[in-house]
């Protein structure tokens, strides 16, 4: 992996109220971009609420009291100039006896989800520049201890962008 001080910005997203932290500007594989995107659960704004049923507290995701199973959804969390082709999960998670926390991702918007496994890059066979996550939080019983998610931090993998874009991307948008 190349990096240089050109083309490594950091950018912290503060936008009503969200902690998503991206990195820009990684050369990987085949000279495609990587991102890196930070979610916090101390901050639930990046969360759809109309689709997520999980107990948010102290900063962490749990089953809904009273559920065996409850789940997240984000917004859109990275839009990309091109195509999302992989991605990879690194959770702050505590799984318990008698519980999971399944991850799924979308490069499309949610049309379409991937089980994604934990620190292993995951192919999306569609092209899709929209990235979603899922966690579906579960126990056995209503009575075992919830798992919990507090942190997740996504590699994103894309296609690399055309010369002049990269260009923009770097600058700001202005030519050099």
């Known amino acids: 992996m190349e990096i240089s001080n050109k083309s490594l910005v950091l950018i912290g997203v503060l ?8 990195i820009f500007g990684i050369k990987g594989v085949q000279g495609q971009n990587v ?3 930070k979610l916090e659960f101390s901050d639930i704004s990046f969360i759809d609420p109309s689709q997520t049923t999980v107990k948010i507290e102290d900063g962490k995701a749990f089953t809904a009291d009273g559920a ?5 959804v984000t917004n859109p969390l990275f839009t990309s100039k091109t195509s999302i082709i992989e991605v990879k999960l690194n959770a702050d998670d505590k799984i318990r006896g008698n ?3 399944d991850y799924f991702v979308s490069n499309d918007n949610g ?11 995951v192919k999306f066979s569609n092209r899709g520049n ?4 899922m966690g579906v939080i579960s126990r056995k019983k209503e009575k075992n201890k919830s ?4 942190k997740i931090e996504i590699t994103v993998q894309e296609e690399a962008l055309s010369p002049a ?5 770097e600058t700001g948008g202005s030519q050099l």
């Open 165 to 169: 874009s990269a260009i923009s991307r």
């Open 147 to 150: 798992a919990w998610v507090k």
């Open 130 to 133: 929209q990235l979603k996550l």
């Open 111 to 121: 049309q379409s989800w991937v089980l994604a496994k934990e620190k292993k890059f």
């Open 68 to 72: 065996l199973s409850s789940r997240f």
């Open 35 to 37: 991102d890196i995107i």
């Open 15 to 22: 936008t009503a109220g969200i902690i998503v932290s991206v």
């Open 99 to 101: 519980t999971t926390i």
